[in-house]
């Protein structure tokens, strides 16, 4: 059980084009999902805390024009990375939190890596 | 800040022996926990350590948590080339916010 998925795994754009990556609870329902990216040998940095049915909230730094939140539903969680630049090429991975009392163990998705050409 | 802080960087062993990474923070937490991530994967929970248990095991891990000196670490015994990965301590606080140190790259050699 707990497993989230991603999609898609990799994606390659253009730049100044806008990308979404969806990060799915596929047998629990989630209040809070996290989105966090990665840089090449580098350590995951939280952007934001996506919680179903208000506004994310995001860290320090992180612009939230450009990188849009959407948490729809208990299950699902969209990152949109608006107006992509080669310096948002990155794995960006989520984490969905079961909302269980007593649990704090976040689960993570597989990662999308995306590539601005 | 970075919360956390692996140490070694990074860690090369021969199978069957066994490895010790070590994670400092800064700040007081909720929890401690370690995760595994194989290159250009997603991440693989391993143990959560709660701030008031000094030592917990999970099959070949073994970690341990002193938080007067704000610091854990992580046991693999009889380590395995399957256990080749990036390892990472990640801190919470009460709010759930994860916290991820800069991992150990520890490489098995067969």
């Known amino acids: 059980g707990a497993v989230v998925s991603q999609h898609p795994s990799w994606v390659i754009c253009k730049s100044g084009t806008s990308v979404k990556i969806e990060c799915r609870s596929l047998?629990?329902?989630?209040?809070?999902m996290f989105w966090y990216r990665q840089f090449p040998k580098q350590s995951l940095m939280l952007m934001a805390t996506?919680?179903?049915?208000?506004?994310?909230?995001?860290e320090q730094g992180v612009e939230k024009d450009k990188f849009l939140i959407n948490h729809a539903s208990l299950t699902l969680s969209t990152l949109t990375v608006t107006s992509a630049h080669p310096e948002d090429s990155s794995f960006y991975i989520c984490?969905?939190?079961?909302?269980?009392?007593?649990?704090?163990?976040?689960?993570f998705g597989p990662g999308t890596r995306l590539t601005v050409l | 800040s970075q919360q956390g802080e692996e140490d070694p960087q990074a860690l090369s062993i021969q199978e069957g022996e066994n490895a010790t990474m070590n994670c400092s923070y800064k700040t007081s937490i909720n929890n401690l926990q370690w995760y595994r991530q194989n290159s250009g994967r997603g991440l693989v929970h391993l143990i959560l350590i709660r701030s008031n248990e000094r030592e917990k095991h999970s099959g070949r891990l073994r970690v341990t948590l002193d938080t007067s000196k704000k610091s854990s670490s992580l046991l693999i015994t009889a380590s395995r080339a399957a256990d080749t990965a990036s390892y990472f301590c990640?801190?919470?606080?009460?709010?759930?916010?994860?916290?991820f140190g800069k991992g150990t790259l520890l490489t098995v050699n067969p």
């Open positions: 996506s919680n179903e049915g208000s506004k994310a909230t995001y």
């Open positions: 984490s969905a939190e079961p909302g269980t009392s007593g649990t704090d163990t976040q689960y």
């Open positions: 047998d629990f329902q989630a209040t809070t």
């Open positions: 990640a801190t919470a606080r009460s709010n759930y916010k994860l916290t």
